[in-house]
């Protein structure tokens, strides 16, 4: 990587502009133009209309590519039990998209909504393409699990066995175990007139079971469910010596197998026919009428409760079941013939994730120690620290440590009078709330917004804002109609010199589970406008501020979308010396989108580097030709937003929580707040941005066609690969 150093009077070093829009690779790896231009030219916008439908990617479509992307990390250079692990969060992400997208699409069909989104399909053309690609995408998955993961686990000596290979002594062994372990917590639920087809709970795995009654030959359907309680994949333990395994050699039977094979115990005098597993997904997507809620934290905690009820809108089932039994299942499930999905492997293969528990560190990634500011290492006190410099954290590279000490030194600092925080996902034993809990018994004033409606974490969230309201915290849920996904913590102190403000400001949740897997950049700083703007946004969300004006942040929705298309429009002006870096997870706003289109006809060289849904099309001659898109899938989830604006040599860079979709823009708060020394801009840029950009390892690039080619495919040279986490991960080891 080229190391020369960045000033703010420079063209940074990234990818410049052309006016031909033609590019070559340098020897170091990145773009450089034919002809480089400093003084804008007057353009002419080509004619073609921007709402024109084929201009967009649909946003559905582009979610399901994001998947294909972490299916394709199975087929990747990660150690074994790493690509069984994507499958794993293939599967599970897969679930969600069914509970969420799917689901909603349903219901604009059964309401007659028509509406059609930037690219022009209707609810019904989506759910059709839907199941094109996604039926595609599922035979992918089994194929490479059935002939490659599968296969490779059992070298390795982890060997998952089907239930009719085993020995009779090992059936016997697991029928004890059954009879010990499973038998007990199984309850099978028959169905004839006097028992009505009990309900289905959304992702469980269920066996749907025929029996025939021997007197008079009379069969019946009954349906089993596999308590989540249980392993999914049940240990096969040593016999006898004969059998004695190295440490090296694990076995294991899928649970549901073994339930399968001793269903006498649970229909004695009973002729079992037939068991086959099957499983269903339900819509989870809730609406929830605030305005007319009395309690919203009693609102939610009924919305979790209906949560279970919702309507199916998958059906898997093994594809051997027999057309009586999936008929059963169809009709009383009320599923229609494109929610039925067919496997001949395993159902939930998200249950994988067990297998990565396992000790077996040669077939993982190597474990790394995050790296801690070498400020904090020689200064004692934080707030000491930061009157210094700012420190800004690049997770999971640099340690989450830092961010516990800031609250839990401010817990117990007696100069510190009052703690603000946004809390988002909380996650299981979070160090944020301890620390909070405990300044409040310390006798500080504590304010915690608890988002109660962040989507599969509601549960989590009303436990921890319970717990902090019986501390004593003041705990608020946020502002009608809208999410608070902003991250934000407020320390107050008073110091010699008078009151000063601390703030933490993030792109990532305060959870230290997540801070270890997934890519963010938080900044710790002690800066009176950052302050004073903090203090602003927490007084919009506890009370009844109205606050349109802020020094330094922007605030959604209140004026993130006019400044963020301001500074776009600054960059349309300057034509071919124009420059974007956007960083994000996803870009779906069509309105951002025009704009960029636009900047693309004044010549504006635009990088996106977009981890998931990606709704604009680059390439595009006269419309996007100026307009590179990326994506990068590897070890850790990329989460961190970053938005670079070359603004003639002294860039604008802003970091914080907002993507670029209509919900985060104008139905939920979020801040972004810039980065304003030099040294730091420099240090995203040279440092951060630019090594994204280099990636060929682990980067996708995105087609004008909505998909996506691996960069490693368009190298033209003979360089090795270059893969940005891990460069990340030797640049930030030993400090």
């Given at each position: 990587?080229?190391?020369e150093?960045?000033?703010d009077?420079?063209?940074?070093?990234?990818?410049?502009?052309?006016?031909?829009g033609?590019?070559?690779?340098?020897?170091?790896?990145?773009?450089?133009t034919?002809?480089?231009?400093?003084?804008?030219?007057?353009f002419?916008l080509?004619?073609?209309?921007?709402?024109?439908?084929?201009?967009?990617?649909?946003?559905?479509?582009?979610q399901?590519?994001?998947?294909?992307?972490?299916?394709?990390?199975?087929q990747?250079?990660?150690?074994?039990?790493e690509?069984?692990?994507?499958?794993?969060?293939?599967?599970?992400?897969?679930?969600?998209?069914?509970?969420?997208?799917v689901?909603?699409?349903?219901?604009?069909v059964?309401?007659?909504?028509?509406?059609?989104?930037?690219?022009?399909?209707?609810p019904?053309?989506?759910?059709?393409?839907?199941?094109?690609?996604?039926?595609q995408?599922f035979?992918?998955?089994?194929?490479?699990?059935?002939?490659?993961?599968h296969?490779q686990?059992?070298?390795?000596?982890?060997?998952?066995?089907?239930?009719?290979?085993?020995?009779?002594?090992?059936?016997?062994?697991l029928?004890?175990?059954?009879?010990?372990?499973?038998?007990p917590?199984?309850?099978?639920l028959?169905?004839?007139?006097?028992?009505?087809?009990?309900?289905i709970?959304?992702?469980s795995?269920?066996?749907?079971?025929?029996?025939?009654?021997?007197?008079n030959?009379?069969?019946?359907?009954?349906?089993?469910?596999?308590?989540?309680?249980?392993p999914?994949?049940?240990?096969?333990?040593?016999?006898?010596?004969?059998d004695l395994?190295?440490?090296?050699?694990?076995?294991?039977?899928?649970?549901?197998?073994?339930?399968?094979?001793n269903?006498?115990?649970?229909?004695?005098?009973?002729?079992?026919?037939?068991a086959?597993?099957?499983?269903?997904?339900?819509?989870?997507?809730?609406?929830?009428?605030e305005?007319?809620a009395?309690?919203?934290?009693?609102t939610?905690?009924?919305?979790?409760?209906?949560?279970?009820?919702?309507s199916?809108?998958r059906?898997?089932?093994?594809?051997?079941?027999?057309?009586?039994?999936?008929?059963f299942?169809?009709?009383?499930?009320?599923?229609?013939?494109?929610?039925?999905?067919?496997?001949?492997?395993?159902?939930?293969?998200?249950?994988?994730?067990?297998?990565?528990?396992?000790?077996?560190?040669?077939?993982?990634?190597?474990?790394y120690?995050?790296?801690?500011?070498?400020i904090?290492?020689?200064?004692?006190?934080i707030?000491?620290?930061l009157?210094?410099?700012?420190i800004?954290l690049?997770?999971?590279?640099?340690?989450?440590?830092?961010?516990?000490?800031?609250?839990?030194?401010?817990?117990?600092?007696?100069?510190?009078?009052?703690?603000?925080?946004?809390?988002?996902?909380?996650?299981?034993?979070?160090?944020a709330?301890?620390?909070?809990?405990?300044a409040?018994?310390?006798?500080?004033?504590?304010?915690?917004?608890?988002?109660?409606?962040?989507?599969?974490d509601?549960?989590s969230?009303?436990?921890?804002?319970?717990?902090?309201?019986?501390?004593?915290?003041?705990?608020?849920?946020?502002?009608?109609?809208?999410?608070?996904?902003?991250k934000?913590?407020?320390?107050?102190?008073?110091?010699?010199?008078?009151?000063?403000?601390?703030?933490?400001?993030?792109?990532?949740?305060?959870?230290?589970?997540?801070?270890?897997?997934?890519t963010d950049?938080g900044?710790l700083?002690?800066?009176?406008?950052f302050?004073?703007?903090?203090s602003?946004?927490?007084?919009?969300?506890?009370?009844f501020?109205?606050?349109e004006?802020?020094?330094?942040?922007?605030?959604a929705?209140?004026?993130?979308?006019?400044?963020?298309?301001?500074?776009?429009?600054?960059?349309?002006?300057?034509?071919?010396?124009?420059?974007?870096?956007?960083?994000?997870?996803s870009?779906?706003?069509?309105?951002?989108i025009?704009?960029?289109?636009?900047?693309?006809q004044a010549g504006?060289?635009?990088?996106l580097?977009?981890?998931?849904?990606?709704?604009?099309?680059?390439?595009?001659?006269?419309?996007?030709?100026?307009?590179?898109?990326?994506?990068?899938?590897g070890?850790?989830?990329e989460h961190?937003?970053?938005?670079?604006?070359?603004?003639?040599?002294?860039?604008?860079?802003?970091?914080?929580?907002?993507?670029?979709?209509?919900?985060?823009?104008?139905?939920?708060?979020?801040v972004?707040f810039?980065?304003?020394?030099?040294?730091?801009?420099?240090?995203?840029v040279?440092?951060?941005?630019?090594?994204?950009?280099?990636?060929?390892q682990?980067?996708?690039?995105?087609?004008?066609?909505?998909?996506?080619?691996?960069?490693?495919?368009?190298s033209?040279?003979?360089e090795p690969?270059?893969?940005?986490?891990?460069?990340f991960?030797?640049?930030?080891?030993?400090?």
């Amino acid at each position: 990587m080229n190391n020369e150093p960045l000033t703010d009077n420079a063209a940074e070093k990234v990818p410049p502009t052309a006016v031909s829009g033609k590019r070559t690779r340098g020897a170091n790896g990145r773009f450089r133009t034919n002809k480089p231009q400093s003084t804008p030219v007057p353009f002419i916008l080509p004619t073609q209309d921007l709402d024109d439908p084929s201009l967009y990617i649909n946003r559905e479509l582009s979610q399901i590519e994001f998947n294909r992307r972490v299916l394709y990390e199975c087929q990747a250079n990660h150690p074994l039990l790493e690509r069984v692990k994507f499958l794993a969060i293939y599967s599970s992400n897969m679930d969600e998209f069914f509970m969420v997208r799917v689901s909603g699409l349903r219901q604009q069909v059964l309401l007659g909504i028509t509406k059609r989104p930037a690219d022009g399909l209707t609810p019904r053309e989506q759910l059709v393409a839907i199941h094109r690609v996604v039926t595609q995408l599922f035979a992918t998955a089994t194929l490479w699990w059935k002939t490659q993961l599968h296969p490779q686990l059992a070298e390795a000596g982890i060997h998952i066995l089907a239930y009719d290979d085993l020995k009779k002594r090992q059936k016997q062994r697991l029928r004890d175990y059954f009879e010990r372990e499973i038998f007990p917590v199984l309850t099978p639920l028959g169905h004839d007139p006097s028992h009505p087809f009990p309900h289905i709970s959304n992702l469980s795995l269920n066996l749907v079971v025929l029996v025939r009654q021997p007197d008079n030959g009379e069969t019946r359907l009954a349906r089993i469910k596999v308590p989540a309680s249980l392993p999914r994949l049940v240990p096969l333990k040593p016999i006898d010596p004969d059998d004695l395994l190295p440490p090296s050699v694990q076995k294991f039977v899928w649970v549901e197998q073994v339930i399968a094979a001793n269903l006498d115990r649970l229909f004695p005098g009973m002729e079992i026919l037939a068991a086959h597993p099957f499983r269903v997904t339900r819509n989870t997507d809730m609406e929830i009428q605030e305005e007319e809620a009395d309690d919203l934290l009693l609102t939610m905690e009924e919305n979790l409760r209906q949560r279970h009820f919702g309507s199916v809108v998958r059906l898997e089932l093994d594809e051997n079941t027999p057309e009586e039994m999936r008929q059963f299942l169809i009709n009383n499930l009320k599923v229609g013939a494109m929610d039925v999905y067919t496997t001949d492997a395993p159902l939930a293969l998200s249950s994988l994730w067990e297998l990565h528990k396992l000790e077996r560190p040669e077939l993982k990634d190597p474990s790394y120690k995050p790296a801690v500011p070498a400020i904090l290492r020689s200064v004692g006190n934080i707030f000491e620290a930061l009157r210094r410099q700012p420190i800004l954290l690049h997770h999971p590279y640099d340690s989450f440590a830092p961010v516990i000490e800031f609250l839990e030194t401010a817990a117990e600092d007696p100069n510190v009078l009052a703690i603000k925080q946004t809390l988002y996902r909380v996650g299981p034993n979070p160090a944020a709330v301890n620390a909070l809990m405990k300044a409040r018994e310390n006798g500080k004033q504590v304010a915690a917004l608890v988002e109660l409606k962040a989507r599969f974490d509601e549960e989590s969230n009303i436990e921890w804002a319970r717990a902090l309201e019986n501390a004593g915290v003041h705990v608020v849920y946020g502002l009608i109609g809208l999410k608070t996904h902003c991250k934000v913590t407020l320390v107050v102190r008073r110091e010699r010199e008078g009151i000063r403000r601390y703030v933490h400001l993030a792109t990532g949740n305060y959870n230290s589970i997540t801070a270890r897997i997934y890519t963010d950049l938080g900044l710790l700083a002690y800066d009176e406008e950052f302050g004073a703007d903090a203090s602003e946004l927490f007084n919009y969300l506890t009370g009844f501020s109205r606050q349109e004006n802020y020094r330094k942040f922007l605030v959604a929705p209140v004026n993130l979308r006019q400044r963020f298309t301001e500074l776009i429009e600054q960059e349309i002006a300057h034509g071919t010396n124009g420059r974007l870096i956007f960083k994000c997870n996803s870009l779906i706003d069509a309105p951002m989108i025009r704009t960029l289109y636009r900047a693309s006809q004044a010549g504006v060289q635009i990088d996106l580097i977009v981890r998931g849904i990606c709704g604009l099309r680059p390439g595009i001659p006269g419309i996007s030709e100026t307009i590179r898109v990326s994506s990068i899938v590897g070890r850790f989830l990329e989460h961190s937003r970053i938005y670079y604006f070359h603004n003639q040599g002294n860039p604008a860079i802003y970091v914080g929580s907002a993507d670029l979709m209509p919900r985060n823009i104008d139905r939920r708060v979020e801040v972004l707040f810039p980065i304003e020394q030099p040294e730091m801009r420099q240090h995203i840029v040279q440092n951060i941005l630019e090594v994204y950009l280099r990636d060929t390892q682990k980067a996708y690039a995105l087609q004008a066609d909505g998909t996506y080619i691996p960069k490693s495919q368009l190298s033209t040279t003979d360089e090795p690969l270059f893969n940005s986490q891990e460069w990340f991960l030797q640049q930030h080891s030993g400090e």
